[in-house]
């Protein structure tokens, strides 16, 4: 009975045997289908990282391209209004000169009005002056035509004075004309 023993023994420990080698190839393929789901799953992840990675870099590169953009349109607006504040202040230098040289022009046109008036007044003064010299004249001519005395010149201070003629006396004239020696002269237009 022991060599029946051993049989058995022997058929179990084959069998169990058959078992093992069974249970082992079975996990040698279990390990290889891991394995190459493994790989996989790495060669999934690569990919997907490099997917994420070309991404994120056309995200950056468009990011970058945005700054850019962002930066140009900045410095084109700034560069506009900078053009607009210089021309502006050309502008108003340019009007403040202009009315300066109108302030200035009126000022000199003020000044000779001015110096005009003056001189108009000067001439009226002297033209007075001289129609009542004129008056005086004649009236003596009128006198000494009609043989009377001639009548003194007006005091010094009264108007149509004239000082030449109050050092020289009066000379008689030769008889003419009542207007002989006057001259008229035409007043200036206002």
């Not at 994120?56 to 930066?71: L, P």
């Not at 001289?130 to 010149?153: F, K, S, V």
Request: some cysteine; hydrophobic content about 40%; glycine content about 4%.
């Amino acid at each position: 009975m022991r060599p029946a023993r051993r049989r058995v023994e022997a058929a179990e420990a084959r069998d169990a045997a058959g078992e093992a080698l069974t249970a082992m190839e079975t996990e040698s393929r279990a390990r290889q289908a891991a394995d190459a789901a493994a790989r996989d799953a790495a060669q999934a992840l690569h990919d997907e990282r490099q997917a994420a990675a070309t991404r994120t870099a056309e995200a950056e590169a468009a990011i970058t391209a945005a700054r850019t953009e962002h930066h140009t349109a900045l410095a084109a607006a700034q560069a506009a209004h900078a053009d607009t504040a210089r021309s502006g202040e050309q502008d108003r230098q340019r009007h403040t000169a202009q009315l300066a040289a109108a302030t200035a022009q009126l000022a000199a046109a003020n000044d000779t009005i001015a110096a005009l008036r003056d001189q108009l007044a000067r001439a009226e003064t002297a033209l007075d002056r001289e129609r009542a010299e004129q008056r005086r004249l004649t009236g003596c001519l009128h006198d000494l035509i009609a043989g009377r005395q001639p009548t003194p010149a007006p005091p010094p201070g009264h108007a149509g004075h004239d000082p030449a003629a109050e050092d020289t006396p009066a000379q008689p004239t030769p008889a003419g004309p009542a207007t002989a020696g006057t001259r008229r002269r035409k007043a200036p237009s206002r």
